[in-house]
Structure formats: structure tokens, C-alpha cells
């Protein structure tokens, strides 16, 4: 019963994934060992779009199931030594440890467009949705969790604003031009430029 419970209060009663109080540990953990280590850490809040109308068309239990199915989809795109959550609603914040290149989180930004945007069985239904994530960088955007939890969720606005669908590296409110990325054209951002990088995904995929 003492286990059962204290899982309870550092989870997600819906999708079993780690809460607010236990995500925000992990990314302290995580620019801990970044610090120690000489590594970047990522935090990527992602949105859905379009979760609204299926929830109140269809009602609310398939909108509890189209969130289990993205919650797993999720998990699936990220390493183990990375952290889902659930914040509420239909809000996930992602957590990347101890990664080389800032880069590396439009990488997995991608991946987890592309992956939340397949059709979702469920109850005879094949739903569709999409999402908008926001990305911030430890150190360059933020030294603690809340910050970098703050301009995440700023970024994520900004992916909102230019289309939907798209991932946002978080930019100050000084800085113009966007960092951004859709996952149906190439991809060119300011994190990257002059390294020749470049990412080419197909349609046919999303």
C-alpha cells in the first residue's frame, strides 16, 4: 500500500507517466550531471493540437484513450534515460539527458511529430492529431527546471503561431526570425547553421 501510494504521488493517474513534482527532480538531476559532465539538457513541451474537438465530439473517455495511446507513442520515441511527462490536460513535457549538440533535440522533436501524428486506434475510431512542441537548452535558455520549463512552453506558443505542427527552439523576445521546424519540408535552423546540417523527411510519413 505505502509503494502503491507514494507511486501515486509522483504520477500521472492517466498514463502512469512521472508527474509535474517528479519531472521537475529529474531535470535538476539531469543539469546536474550536464554540469558535471560537460553535456547540454533539453526540455521539450509539446502540445496537441486538434485534442479539444475529438474530446468533445467523441467524449471525454476516448479523449482519455487517444491520450494513454500518445503517452506511449511518446515514451517510444525518447531513450530510457530520458523522462515523459503528463502536466494536465493534453500537455506533455519532454526531458533529454546529457546530450552532445542542441541539435540533437530537433532530432527527437521530429520524431515525436511524426509519431503523434499516425492514426490512433481507438474503440473503432482511427483519430488524427498533431502537435506543437517548444524546445529549451540548458545552459543557453535556462539553469534550473522552471525556467527552462518556462521558455519551453514559450517556444512551444511560438511553433503554434507559425502553423502548428512544428517544433520552436526557444528564442528572447529580442532575437527576430524563427527557429523552427515542420516535419514535411527540410529542415534548416539557426542551431545548426554552417554545420551542413540537414534533415529531409518525407510526407508519405507523417
Not at 14 to 37: E, Y
Not at 185 to 190: D, L, N, S, T, V
Request: charged letters at 20%; hydrophobic letters at 40%.
Amino acid at each position: 500500500m505505502a509503494v502503491q501510494m507514494a507511486h501515486s504521488a509522483h504520477h500521472d493517474f492517466l498514463t502512469g507517466l512521472p508527474n509535474r513534482v517528479l519531472f521537475n527532480d529529474r531535470v535538476n538531476q539531469s543539469i546536474f550531471l550536464a554540469w558535471r559532465h560537460l553535456k547540454k539538457v533539453a526540455v521539450l513541451f509539446l502540445d496537441l493540437d486538434g485534442f479539444k474537438h475529438i474530446n468533445d465530439s467523441l467524449g471525454h473517455p476516448i479523449g482519455d484513450k487517444l491520450l494513454q495511446s500518445i503517452a506511449k507513442c511518446l515514451v517510444d520515441c525518447v531513450r530510457s534515460s530520458d523522462t515523459i511527462s503528463r502536466q494536465g490536460g493534453d500537455e506533455f513535457v519532454v526531458l533529454l539527458s546529457e546530450m552532445e549538440h542542441s541539435e540533437d533535440a530537433a532530432i527527437s522533436a521530429i520524431k515525436m511529430l511524426q509519431a503523434v501524428a499516425e492514426a490512433h486506434s481507438i474503440d473503432q475510431h482511427d483519430l488524427h492529431v498533431t502537435a506543437s512542441i517548444g524546445v529549451s537548452v540548458y545552459p543557453d535558455d535556462g539553469l534550473d527546471a522552471e525556467t527552462l520549463i518556462k521558455n519551453a512552453d514559450t517556444a512551444m506558443y511560438q511553433a503554434k503561431e507559425n502553423g502548428r505542427h512544428s517544433y520552436q527552439f526557444f528564442r528572447p523576445a529580442r532575437m527576430s526570425g524563427p527557429w523552427s521546424g515542420n516535419p514535411s519540408r527540410r529542415i534548416y535552423g539557426a542551431p545548426w547553421s554552417g554545420r551542413n546540417y540537414r534533415c529531409i523527411t518525407s510526407r508519405k510519413s507523417i
